[in-house]
């Protein structure tokens, strides 16, 4: 018995299925669209993001690189007796 329920649920589910075929395709077609854009703008944030993290890096290194030059000049300095 049980078999010939869940058959005739399986055929109720395809007829409703193919009747509404159209609507079905139109709401996987808006889903898509919709999934498609939030890629595309997720994509563009975090271009961005890594944009803004390669500035921040760069800055950071410039900062660390004209620290080190100044100490190295202090020392020079001091070795030269000025």
């Known amino acids: 018995m ?5 058959g005739v649920a399986a055929g ?7 009747n509404n075929n159209k609507k079905i395709r139109k709401s996987v077609d808006e889903g898509a669209k919709k999934a ?8 563009e944030k975090t271009k961005e993001l890594a944009k803004d ?3 921040t890096i760069e800055d950071k290194v410039d900062s ?4 080190k030059t100044e100490k ?5 300095e001091v070795a030269n007796g000025k």
């Open 2 to 6: 049980l078999p010939f329920i869940a």
């Open 12 to 18: 109720a589910v395809a007829v409703v299925a193919y």
């Open 36 to 43: 498609k854009k939030i890629a595309e703008d997720g994509l």
């Open 53 to 55: 993290i390669k500035a």
């Open 64 to 67: 660390l690189k004209s620290k």
């Open 72 to 76: 190295i000049e202090k020392k020079e």
